[in-house]
């Protein structure tokens, strides 16, 4: 019964983004026909088009991206860090097709499904981190950033490189205590070499060539594997990562009771903003700007000036 209050509650909560997702409309008027302004996404899934305001849209991402019961700060992070991205890819246009942005979106039904009895509570957080950073953006000298983040490091985040130079490694011993930051997984020699097998544009590799031909090359600074040779292919930490469904691209890989075994630091790429570091810091008291400016050197988090 609590159960099925709580998603009642949800439904009244939610009618707005729910209503505007499938008919483009609130009260019946259509967003074009009023003249609407500000950024918008258009909704083009399932043969459907129409708008919705990129405020509203935002809950709907932050749902897919971070887990709803992190600290508020944390969650405002991920706010300022969803709208840099959107606008990133939208430029100097007021819409874009939600198709073109790659990124999770989940709805009412899915989201009551998910969280039951905690669903108006959970998107009510997530739709308060949207509207209090309302237009907020990251820049990096006056342009906006690619904001990367995963959710929980090595240890250390990742420096960037070219083209990336707010890229900068930050410190996150906290991340090693977060749940999965250690993982194991073992796979029989015959169908770890298929998987190696199935990388595009990869070399080849037996059952009978393991462990003996498979030596990392490179890692960088943070322990991430950047480059590693496994038969007669080289390849990245993430390509391996992809074919063996690894939570991280820090890895070993080891040979225990005849199968090949890797073990996995952190989750995610480990570039940018440390979602566990990030929530732990906002129970320290940090706020999202000294969060963002934590995880992402020398920039400034400012109004979207294409939207206010």
């Known amino acids: 019964m609590k159960k099925l209050t709580a998603v009642l509650l949800f439904a009244l909560l939610f009618p707005y983004a729910v209503t505007l997702a499938w008919t483009g409309s609130v009260e019946g008027k259509n967003m074009r026909e009023e003249g609407w302004e500000g950024r918008k996404i258009l909704l083009d899934r399932g043969g459907v088009s ?17 887990p709803a019961d992190y600290e508020e700060e944390a969650l405002k992070a991920q706010a300022i860090i969803a709208r840099t ?21 989940l709805e009412g039904k899915q989201l009551a499904s998910l969280w039951g009895e905690q669903a108006a509570e959970n998107y009510g957080r997530l739709k308060n981190a949207a509207a ?42 906290e991340d090693l205590e977060a749940e999965g930051y250690l993982q194991a997984v073992s796979f029989e020699k015959e169908e770890f070499a298929e998987r190696i097998m199935e990388i595009s544009g990869g070399g080849r590799v037996t059952a ?20 590693i040779q496994i038969g007669t292919g080289t390849y990245t930490g993430e390509e ?9 691209p820090c890895f070993e890989l080891e ?54």
């Open 132 to 173: 209090q950073t309302a237009g907020q953006v990251i820049c990096f000298e006056g342009k906006l950033i690619e904001p990367l983040f995963h959710r929980a490091s090595a240890g250390q985040t990742r420096r960037g490189g070219d083209g990336y130079p707010y890229l900068e490694p930050a410190e996150c011993g």
């Open 255 to 308: 040979e225990l009771d005849g199968k090949i075994r890797a073990v996995t630091k952190g989750i995610g790429h480990g570039y940018g903003l440390s979602q566990y570091t990030a929530g732990r810091k906002a129970k320290e008291g940090w706020t999202a700007e000294e969060i963002l400016c934590f995880f992402y050197k020398n920039v400034t988090v400012e109004k979207d000036r294409e939207n206010y």
């Open 240 to 248: 391996v990562q992809a074919a063996l469904g690894l939570a991280s």
């Open 50 to 66: 129409a708008y919705m305001e990129l405020e509203e849209y935002l809950a709907g991402v932050l749902a897919a991206q971070i």
């Open 85 to 105: 991205y959107i606008c990133s890819r939208m430029g100097e246009e007021m819409e874009i097709p939600e198709s073109a942005l790659d990124l999770d979106y």
């Open 208 to 227: 009978q060539d393991l462990p003996g031909s498979v030596q990392v090359l490179r890692t960088d600074e943070a322990g991430y594997v950047e480059e």
